[in-house]
């Protein structure tokens, strides 16, 4: 019950600026409202949907100030619902969970890996990065297809290398995320799916920081329903995570 009561702060309504399809099935949603729990690159806000008992767990893509950018994908009834919402909607948001990146952990040289949907959080990441003086920031992007990139540009316009790699070869180099990733590089941050951070981290050959993907109930550590095994014990993915050290996970 202490896990719950501490939320109740977090929880706040957020307005609706924008919902837009940026490529098949995903969705660019902007929304204004109390963002200051919001922290670090990586954490994620739970998104309260009418007519569904739990709510949607969502990374954080940008923030500036009090302006909130998600990117999201329709997979379900839920997500369904919310690429309808329109202008103006007041969306109930639990904000700032999870622990997200080690921004220390980057040295001078990052590579930030990101497939599909996995790609969002890596954008504030890499915008943090940048902010602190980190120039040299290669990004290596996977999809299907070229109709499921996303922010390829965006992360370009913040100066980064970027490199794409598509299964169908429609987009960048025909294969996976791991024939792009550049091997002369300090530490790497990934988000993706399960099959992929496990390539990525039994492949590269230096440290790095993996956000973990698990079914949520409450979000924020009461349910113990995301519960992961790890070399260190069982932890939550919501509350110890979702961004682990790639070394703690059993692959």
């Not at 739990?54 to 839920?78: F, Q």
């Not at 920081?209 to 698990?214: F, I, T």
Request: charged share 20%; hydrophobic share 40%; glycine share 12%.
């Amino acid at each position: 019950m202490t896990e719950i009561f501490e939320q109740t702060d977090r929880m706040s309504d957020f307005e609706l600026i924008q919902n837009t399809l940026i490529a098949k099935d995903v969705y660019k949603m902007t929304l204004v409202g109390d963002a200051r729990f919001i922290t670090s690159p990586g954490q994620f806000v739970n998104v309260k949907i009418e007519g569904f008992f739990l709510r949607r767990p969502i990374s954080v893509c940008d923030l500036e100030g009090d302006r909130l950018t998600l990117v999201y994908k329709v997979v379900g009834n839920g997500t369904d619902v919310m690429s309808r919402w329109q202008k103006g909607k007041k969306v109930n948001l639990l904000t700032g969970l999870g622990n997200g990146y080690d921004l220390s952990l980057a040295g001078e040289r990052p590579v930030l890996i990101g497939g599909g949907v996995g790609c969002p959080p890596l954008y504030f990441l890499a915008k943090r990065l940048k902010s602190m003086g980190c120039d040299d920031i290669s990004v290596a992007l996977g999809f299907n297809s070229a109709c499921d990139m996303i922010l390829q540009e965006e992360f370009v316009a913040l100066g980064c290398d970027v490199k794409v790699a598509t299964v169908d070869g429609s987009a960048g180099v025909k294969g996976v995320v791991t024939d792009v990733v550049g091997r002369d590089r300090t530490h790497f941050y990934a988000c993706g799916s399960p099959a992929m951070l496990r390539a990525v981290s039994t492949t590269l050959d230096i440290g790095g920081s993996v956000s973990m993907e698990a079914r949520m109930g409450c979000g924020f550590g009461a349910c113990m329903g995301c519960s992961l095994p790890t070399k260190n014990g069982t932890k939550r993915v919501c509350k110890e995570g979702p961004v682990f050290d790639a070394e703690e996970i059993i692959w």
